[in-house]
């Protein structure tokens, strides 16, 4: 986020559901106007550029990746727990194998045209933590009483 400097972090989300799933973009930074303008701002190009800008080398990287994670639940814990997470989202539990087999399928190319499906030209939504008068102020939002 260089371009924008009153952004002082952000993160990228996804937690996946049976039948759905929650992605997005997580933003920090001071409560106002100016900063609320550049997070938008960022959620459009980041949204544009996964659109559009993927790279082969870039996916391949994130594959390394996920796939060092999946080699890292070793211990009783880390394996209870994650097997946990895919019941209560999945349904079932899901092997490391067919994880990464998913995994290996994936191209710039299929990427590309998933996240133009799902996400270029759709409705963004924001939730905002902390003081949201100015925000609420430019979008003409009456507090209630």
């Known amino acids: 986020m260089k371009n924008y400097k009153r952004i002082l972090n952000q993160q990228s989300i996804f937690t996946p559901y049976r039948d759905t799933g929650l992605f997005g973009f997580y933003f920090y930074g001071e409560s106002n106007l100016e900063t609320f303008s550049d997070m938008v701002q960022a959620n459009r190009e980041l949204i544009t550029m996964i659109c559009e800008n993927i790279k082969e080398h870039e996916v391949e990287k994130a594959k390394r990746v996920l796939y060092g994670e999946i080699l890292q639940h070793e211990t009783q814990n880390d394996i209870s727990q994650s097997i946990g997470n895919q019941i209560l989202y999945l349904d079932r539990v899901v092997l490391r194998s067919e994880i990464a087999k998913r995994i ?42």
């Open 104 to 145: 290996s399928y994936f191209t710039a190319q299929h990427l590309e045209s998933v996240a133009k499906k799902w996400l270029l030209n759709e409705e963004a939504s924001f939730t905002v933590w902390g003081n949201t008068a100015p925000i609420k102020a430019c979008l003409g939002i009456k507090s209630k009483s």
